[in-house]
């Protein structure tokens, strides 16, 4: 089983989408269910409608999961977990306030040593634990042997017993810490493997702790990725901006990573991909984005390409295309079609010459080639050089420069009385 944990607090990232992308895709290749875990036990951070938008985008992304579980549903057992460690002694209650806990830390950083805890609280006497009225948070004791955690990207990382200390599952109103509630949830859930970012590796140690003392004996398999570095995006804005799903994907899959090609999909990917690839520094680059989103839109069939600019229709979908060149999201190509059939926008200088070449266009039969078109317009409107050139153009796409009028012409020539009027 794997997981993919997201809280509903804002936004999902690209880093995040990218946990989710190499999740999936582990877990089609083991033949393991993939479960999504709202991380939602943080009330006052929820933001309303945002665990929805996670599934959603998770959905777009074709990123299939068998159930969805919320955190906050879970907290029972996170409490029953906290009162058995109590039971077998594994975990004490501490009473030490804020302003004490605050003026060791500060001791530590003076002196230029770590902060640990220093178990003031650990052997406390029944009798002065039982009459004492003071808040009181619960901490695990501290383990007593090396924790080994193999890694598939960092390799096997070891802790020592004196580079931890007896750390708070339970906070002084009684709610479960993150690292409690995650060893737990992934124990309950018999996860296999646990992709996440690097950034929580120092959790790493700390749940394997929590699992050991609860007695579960199963291993858990990690791979913490490279943060990707430069623009954190969000998922929502990049498609917002008219980077297709497939393109993003795909860009995500290749950065940080060795593949056997530049431009793929999610389901080629599933044939040869691997975490033991995942060794280097991933960074995020737009312009590379967008080369592979243009890559992504060529290969789309023409009728596909024209939804993306307001149509479904061929030949406006191999109009689109001829664009591509310019354009390499689909906000950007529709920002290209969309004006030719807008209301047109004429210079000055050139109102008389386009309103007679329009008078021509009109009037004039159906051409199936564009040289037959061009010396008809010309003669009738008896226009010509680059006033002849600069009108057709702003009559036909609206612009006065772009793809070469004749590609322009094959797929424009069925709408040319529409366009023109």
Same mark, same amino acid.
């Given at each position: 089983?794997?997981?993919?944990?997201?809280?509903?607090?804002?936004?999902?990232?690209?880093?995040?989408?990218? @946990?989710?992308?190499?999740?999936?895709?582990?877990?089609?290749?083991?033949?393991?269910?993939?479960?999504?875990?709202?991380?939602?036990? &943080?009330?006052?951070?929820?933001?309303?409608?945002?665990?929805?938008?996670?599934?959603?985008? /998770?959905?777009?992304?074709?990123?299939?999961?068998?159930?969805?579980?919320?955190?906050? @549903?879970?907290?029972?057992?996170?409490?029953?977990?906290? /009162?058995?460690?109590?039971?077998?002694?594994?975990?004490?209650?501490?009473?030490?306030?804020?302003?004490?806990?605050?003026?060791?830390? !500060?001791?530590?950083?003076?002196?230029?040593?770590?902060?640990?805890?220093?178990?003031?609280?650990?052997?406390?006497?029944?009798?002065?634990?039982?009459?004492?009225? $003071?808040?009181?948070?619960?901490?695990?004791?501290?383990?007593?042997?090396?924790?080994?955690?193999?890694?598939?990207?960092?390799?096997?990382?070891?802790?020592?017993?004196?580079?931890?200390?007896?750390?708070?599952?339970?906070?002084?109103?009684?709610?479960?810490?993150?690292?409690?509630?995650?060893?737990?949830?992934?124990?309950?859930?018999?996860?296999?493997?646990?992709?996440?970012?690097?950034?929580?590796?120092?959790?790493?140690?700390?749940?394997?702790?929590?699992?050991?003392?609860?007695?579960? &004996?199963?291993?858990? !398999?990690?791979?913490?990725?490279?943060?990707?570095?430069?623009?954190?995006?969000?998922?929502?804005?990049?498609?917002?901006?008219?980077?297709?799903?497939?393109?993003?994907?795909?860009?995500?899959?290749?950065?940080?990573?060795?593949?056997?090609?530049?431009?793929?999909?999610?389901?080629?990917?599933?044939?040869?991909?691997?975490?033991?690839?995942?060794?280097?520094?991933?960074?995020?680059?737009?312009?590379?984005?967008?080369?592979?989103?243009?890559?992504? =839109?060529?290969?789309?069939?023409?009728? @596909?390409?024209?939804?993306?600019?307001?149509?479904?229709?061929?030949?406006?979908? @191999?109009?689109?295309?001829?664009?591509?060149?310019?354009?390499?999201?689909?906000?950007?190509?529709?920002?290209?079609?969309?004006?030719?059939?807008?209301?047109?926008?004429?210079?000055?200088? =050139?109102?008389?010459?386009?309103?007679?070449?329009?008078?021509?266009?009109?009037?004039?039969?159906?051409?199936?080639?564009?040289?037959?078109?061009?010396?008809?317009?010309?003669?009738?409107?008896?226009?010509?050089?680059?006033?002849?050139?600069? $009108?057709?153009? =702003? /009559? /036909?796409?609206?612009?006065?420069?772009?793809?070469?009028?004749?590609?322009?012409?094959?797929?424009?020539?069925?709408?040319?009385?529409?366009?023109?009027?």
């Amino acid at each position: 089983m794997l997981r993919f944990a997201s809280s509903p607090t804002g936004d999902m990232h690209i880093g995040n989408l990218r @946990e989710a992308l190499f999740c999936h895709l582990v877990a089609q290749q083991n033949k393991e269910d993939l479960i999504i875990r709202i991380e939602d036990t &943080d009330k006052e951070k929820n933001i309303k409608g945002k665990d929805q938008e996670i599934l959603d985008i /998770l959905g777009l992304f074709g990123i299939d999961y068998s159930q969805v579980i919320y955190q906050s @549903e879970s907290v029972r057992f996170h409490s029953a977990m906290a /009162l058995q460690l109590m039971h077998e002694k594994k975990a004490f209650s501490c009473f030490c306030s804020n302003d004490w806990l605050d003026k060791k830390k !500060e001791e530590s950083k003076v002196a230029k040593t770590p902060y640990l805890y220093d178990d003031a609280c650990r052997n406390l006497p029944a009798e002065l634990v039982i009459d004492n009225t $003071s808040p009181f948070s619960i901490r695990i004791v501290r383990p007593d042997t090396t924790i080994t955690i193999h890694d598939k990207i960092q390799g096997d990382m070891s802790y020592e017993p004196d580079t931890m200390d007896s750390f708070i599952i339970l906070n002084q109103s009684k709610i479960p810490t993150y690292d409690f509630v995650c060893a737990v949830d992934d124990m309950l859930n018999n996860i296999s493997i646990v992709i996440r970012d690097q950034d929580h590796i120092s959790s790493t140690p700390k749940q394997e702790h929590i699992r050991e003392s609860l007695s579960y &004996d199963k291993k858990v !398999e990690y791979a913490h990725l490279a943060t990707i570095s430069g623009d954190d995006f969000s998922v929502k804005h990049l498609l917002e901006e008219g980077f297709l799903p497939q393109a993003i994907s795909n860009y995500l899959i290749l950065i940080g990573n060795k593949t056997p090609q530049e431009i793929f999909t999610v389901e080629e990917a599933r044939e040869w991909f691997t975490l033991d690839t995942l060794s280097s520094p991933a960074r995020f680059d737009i312009d590379k984005l967008r080369h592979i989103n243009a890559e992504h =839109l060529k290969a789309l069939d023409p009728k @596909e390409l024209s939804r993306y600019v307001g149509f479904a229709d061929i030949e406006i979908g @191999e109009l689109a295309r001829i664009y591509l060149d310019e354009a390499r999201t689909t906000k950007e190509l529709k920002a290209k079609i969309a004006p030719i059939f807008s209301e047109r926008v004429i210079p000055e200088a =050139l109102t008389e010459s386009v309103a007679t070449m329009k008078a021509v266009i009109i009037a004039a039969p159906y051409f199936d080639k564009y040289d037959d078109f061009k010396k008809y317009v010309m003669k009738e409107s008896a226009l010509e050089g680059e006033n002849f050139l600069i $009108s057709l153009r =702003l /009559l /036909l796409t609206n612009a006065q420069n772009g793809p070469e009028i004749t590609e322009i012409y094959k797929y424009l020539k069925n709408y040319i009385g529409e366009i023109v009027k």
